[in-house]
């Protein structure tokens, strides 16, 4: 009863607001993207805002203008399609993309030795190789271990030698180079690749294997990368965004300090990989993290790689529990641009500030997660089957609302069209089942289908 009482306080609280905010203030054209400051972070707080991965070279101007007036921004793009999209939407976000804790050299071969092709990043309108060349390096820039080898640590899944953080010669090489390709690729910031202390990656994913528990080894690289941020936003670069990928931000012994950052990518967000739901306590330990960052002022790229109905609605369930004035979600599975109907639900502004904790949303300790929006209850049962916590619960609504309900989306054709739609089913009561959300609207979704244009929720 007591989800009963709350669901049908909410309906005269804060679903009064729904005619007047799908009518009214959000509009039905294109996204406005606020400017604080030039090409700054906008403001996420109305609806659920897309910041993608990449988008890919050549795509059509149909396509452009479809990925400028949906998404808030992207990485790794070549000078001229950032202009393309730029021509449509100036605000439009680009981060520059270079690995945050090391060298690119060459890609692996399966004994993990260097013998593939050199790994190239961008450099305005061209990729160029990221490795200055062995006569150009120092040895002092590398991480070596063991203590005291003359071993660098090389990464056998990503082709890269780890950086010595600490390193004076280190950091002003790469300060140097990343702020010489932002400027020629005008680009709006850096996105740090794989920042983690490095143990975290896959001790055994490095030649030479690194410890796989080290309390002294995990402290001094937590250390070394809060030093790394902090300095960074004292430097030329500060004045650009600086956002690390901090990966999937679940392991409990991590005690980085990651405030010198000005935003974050939690990568495998609410789901591992491969779409299998987080254990239940990593999900917490995730959120209350992706919250922490939020209301500290971090803006904070929400991505996943799922494409099961089930999978997409859950992460996007769990992006609403926590999202602030800069959070933002990308379900990535296709290099090509894409659109799915979980990005249109109508949920217009949440009744309250992020919480402090996860656990604030789940007051009644059953397992639900709830949030109130001005047009919308998110549910979220984050339970796992896999680690012993799953629970099913049917809350009744006390009166009909209406279940959203989603369906098309994914790759944006060539003439630049999806046909994600969001529709909505009556309904008085709901079952969550593990690892699932639910969306519950005060009246029917308008229907949404191969738009160019979308409204901002």
């Not at 600490?166 to 005008?186: C, F, K, M, S, T």
């Not at 089930?310 to 894409?338: C, N, W």
């Not at 929006?373 to 896999?386: K, R, S």
């Not at 008085?428 to 699932?436: K, R």
Request: glycine share 10%; proline share 6%; aromatic share 10%.
């Amino acid at each position: 009863m007591r989800h009963q009482v709350t669901l049908i306080a909410l309906v005269a609280a804060g679903f009064a607001s729904l005619s007047t905010a799908q009518n009214g203030s959000e509009g039905t054209g294109p996204r406005e993207v606020s400017q604080a400051a030039a090409r700054g972070w906008p403001d996420t707080t109305r609806g659920v805002h897309v910041f993608v991965d990449q988008l890919p070279a050549g795509m059509t101007d149909a396509q452009i203008r479809f990925a400028a007036t949906h998404y808030a921004g992207t990485q790794k793009m070549l000078r001229a399609e950032a202009d393309r999209l730029r021509a449509v939407s100036p605000a439009f976000l680009i981060l520059h993309y270079r690995l945050g804790l090391g060298l690119g050299y060459r890609a692996p071969d399966p004994d993990c030795n260097p013998t593939g092709e050199f790994i190239a990043v961008i450099d305005g309108d061209r990729w160029v190789q990221e490795w200055p060349g062995d006569t150009a390096v120092r040895e002092n820039w590398f991480f070596h271990w063991p203590a005291g080898s003359a071993s660098r640590v090389y990464s056998c899944d990503w082709g890269w030698y780890t950086a010595e953080l600490d390193d004076p010669g280190w950091r002003r090489y790469w300060h140097d180079e990343v702020l010489r390709q932002i400027r020629a690729n005008d680009a709006d910031g850096a996105f740090m690749d794989s920042v983690s202390v490095p143990n975290y990656l896959g001790a055994d994913r490095f030649k030479p294997s690194l410890p796989d528990v080290d309390e002294s080894f995990e402290s001094s690289w937590a250390r070394r990368i809060a030093d790394w941020l902090r300095w960074l936003q004292g430097q030329d670069l500060g004045s650009y965004l600086i956002v690390p990928n901090v990966g999937a931000w679940i392991n409990g012994r991590d005690a980085t300090d990651y405030s010198g950052a000005d935003g974050l990518m939690v990568e495998g967000f609410a789901l591992e990989a491969d779409a299998s739901p987080l254990a239940f306590s990593d999900w917490q330990l995730q959120m209350d993290r992706c919250l922490g960052a939020i209301r500290a002022g971090q803006a904070l790229l929400a991505q996943t790689y799922i494409a099961g109905d089930q999978e997409r609605m859950a992460a996007l369930g769990s992006y609403l529990l926590v999202k602030g004035e800069h959070t933002f979600l990308a379900i990535e599975t296709a290099d090509e641009p894409e659109w799915w109907p979980e990005y249109d639900v109508p949920v217009g502004a949440p009744l309250g500030a992020p919480p402090a904790t996860i656990t604030d949303l789940d007051p009644d300790g059953d397992s639900i997660y709830r949030r109130d929006f001005e047009n919308a209850v998110v549910l979220v049962n984050p339970t796992n089957p896999w680690d012993g916590s799953a629970v099913t619960r049917t809350i009744q609504l006390g009166r009909a609302l209406q279940q959203v309900q989603l369906s098309g989306g994914g790759v944006v054709g060539e003439d630049g069209t999806t046909d994600a739609a969001v529709t909505t089913t009556p309904a008085t009561e709901v079952t969550l089942g593990p690892a699932t959300a639910i969306v519950l609207l005060a009246s029917p979704a308008p229907h949404r289908v191969r738009r160019h244009l979308r409204s901002d929720y």
